[in-house]
């Protein structure tokens, strides 16, 4: 089974940074692309940042030049940089991890608790 700890919300003004962190422990033989999803209220879900094992990234238009994933494989944590937040990246963010418990397990999505972002004057 893995866990996912996220850290780093909180309430920020227009313009500010923030700085999420998710970590991965349990039993697991991998871990694969790793993530951040984003829920506004009212809204769907929706994919924010990916990366993957071999470390090419992925970002939703809305946050691409303002936004930055990265990683560290020894501490099996993922981080999310977040400039010039606007009001509109209001949400709540959860990390996704996809990762196989075993050699022979396929490959399960594994979800974050969520951590609220508020970004307002």
């Known amino acids: 089974q893995v866990q996912l700890v996220e850290s780093g919300g909180g309430s920020v003004q227009p313009g500010g940074s923030l700085r999420l962190s998710c970590a991965a422990s349990?039993?697991?033989?991998?871990?694969?692309?790793m993530g951040w999803h984003r829920q506004a209220p009212g809204l769907q879900r929706e994919l924010v940042t990916s990366i993957t094992r071999n470390g090419n990234t992925n970002y939703a238009d809305s946050v691409a030049g303002r936004f930055t994933i990265s990683k560290d494989n020894a501490k099996n944590t993922v981080y999310l940089q977040m400039n010039s937040l606007k009001p509109e990246d209001t949400a709540v963010y959860y990390c996704?991890?996809?990762?196989?418990?075993?050699?022979?397990?396929?490959?399960?999505?594994?979800w974050g608790q969520g951590t609220q972002v508020t970004v307002s004057s």
């Open positions: 349990g039993r697991f033989f991998g871990i694969y692309t």
């Open positions: 996704k991890v996809d990762a196989k418990e075993t050699l022979w397990s396929a490959v399960s999505d594994y």
